[in-house]
């Protein structure tokens, strides 16, 4: 969904929904199209916290460095966090969210599942399912991750 598109809708809700208490994480690389496993939790499930975060892990050019920081709030409730980090580094996204004040009550984080019968494709999805995911490899705290399963049928 288009930034556009989803704070139109996340506005409206946010304003007569009610809200869980504390900061719910949301994973997206890209937050100019919000992925369809967010907009499923808000706006599907009505499940919106009062503090909403979009954390977006950017890989830069340069081999180290790591910066992180609050890049714009899009709507009353909904912020977005940035991490810019360089392709060799290997980074603790736990404490830098801790050195930020970011304190989550829960994690959300999208699944995709391949269905096809198209050998390609299917190849595609068993290679998918055999890799670890980026919630192993960033170490992310199991007490507090949601995952949301997104099934695309080709």
């Not at 009062?50 to 909904?78: H, M, R, T, W, Y």
Request: aromatic share 14%.
């Amino acid at each position: 969904m288009k930034i556009g598109d989803f704070l139109e809708k996340y506005k409206q809700v946010y304003a007569r929904e009610n809200k869980i208490s504390g900061t719910a994480l949301f994973f997206a690389r890209d937050i100019n199209y919000v992925p369809r496993y967010i907009s499923n939790v808000m706006f599907e499930n009505n499940i919106i916290y009062e503090d909403n975060i979009f954390i977006s892990i950017v890989k830069c050019e340069s081999p180290f460095g790591v910066k992180s920081s609050f890049a714009k709030d899009l709507a009353k409730g909904l912020r977005v966090f940035e991490i810019n980090v360089g392709y060799m580094e290997v980074i603790d996204v736990v404490q830098i969210l801790k050195e930020k004040g970011i304190q989550e009550k829960t994690i959300f984080y999208g699944i995709e599942d391949i269905l096809t019968s198209n050998l390609i494709w299917r190849a595609f999805s068993v290679i998918k399912k055999l890799s670890p995911s980026f919630v192993q490899f960033y170490k992310l705290p199991s007490d507090k991750l949601h995952g949301v399963l997104t099934r695309f049928e080709m």
